[in-house]
């Protein structure tokens, strides 16, 4: 079965400098999609990047980008220049499609962006 | 604003009561998906409909059923409500051009239910 681990329960950084989020994940699976998604305390579930796996470019989405090591089935997150408005939630998911099109999740990492 | 709406947004509601959730998917979109998300079982999957039929089932209780209607929206149905039922539940939807394809979920704003 697939699952998604994110070891980091809670992370802090100040605003400006850059920090990274960690998301391993087992598949067994060659094609498959993994997001990185935003919770902030309104509840809204936010997409902020998504990396698919045939692709060996990492994504970037402005201040946001992955790191993504297909072999060791990690999958990080980098936020550069933090801002106040980061904090939040943060959520690794992964899909592969085909007859189960849904989301699997990690427990979460609550960052926090100090003044 | 994904697109996706869901209500009500609160839902209080007593033991043994049933309650309805309703969700609209984006304009277009084909699947449908529900999600759990409680403090002790983070994000999970419940159920996922793909044009008026029923896709893929995760860890949904007997007691929960679905539907999607024909004009794509869908309602979960929760009966004989326990505590432990007290959670945020999304719907999310996703166009899946093509049934298994692999398309970004959005999200609606959750119902938060509280069974007292």
């Known amino acids: 079965a697939q699952t998604v681990t994110q070891s980091q329960p809670e992370m802090s950084v100040q605003e400006a400098e850059t920090v990274t989020l960690s998301c391993t994940y087992d598949t067994s699976e060659s094609d498959y999609y993994l997001f990185w998604y935003k919770q902030p305390p309104s509840r809204q579930m936010i997409l902020v990047i998504r990396q698919e796996a045939y692709k060996q470019q990492n994504a970037t989405e402005n201040r946001f980008s992955v790191n993504f090591q297909k072999a060791a089935k990690s999958f990080s997150l980098k936020i550069s220049d933090s801002q106040l408005g980061d904090a939040a939630m943060y959520f690794c998911?992964?899909?592969?499609?085909?007859?189960?099109?849904?989301?699997?999740f990690g427990k979460g990492t609550k960052l926090s962006v100090k003044p | 604003d994904s697109g996706v709406t869901q209500t009500p947004k609160h839902l209080i509601t007593a033991t043994g009561q049933r309650v309805t959730l309703r969700c609209s998917p984006r304009s277009g979109d084909l699947s449908v998906y529900w999600y759990q998300q409680s403090l002790d079982q983070g994000l999970q999957f419940l159920i996922q409909y793909y044009n008026g039929e029923e896709r893929a089932k995760g860890n949904i209780l007997e007691r929960f059923s679905a539907q999607q209607f024909p004009d794509l929206h869908s309602e979960l149905n929760l009966s004989s409500l326990e505590l432990g039922d007290s959670a945020l539940y999304f719907c999310a939807s996703s166009v899946e051009i093509f049934p298994g394809a692999i398309d970004e979920q959005f999200f609606g704003p959750g119902t938060r239910l509280t069974v007292l």
């Open positions: 998911a992964y899909n592969y499609g085909g007859s189960q099109g849904n989301l699997i």
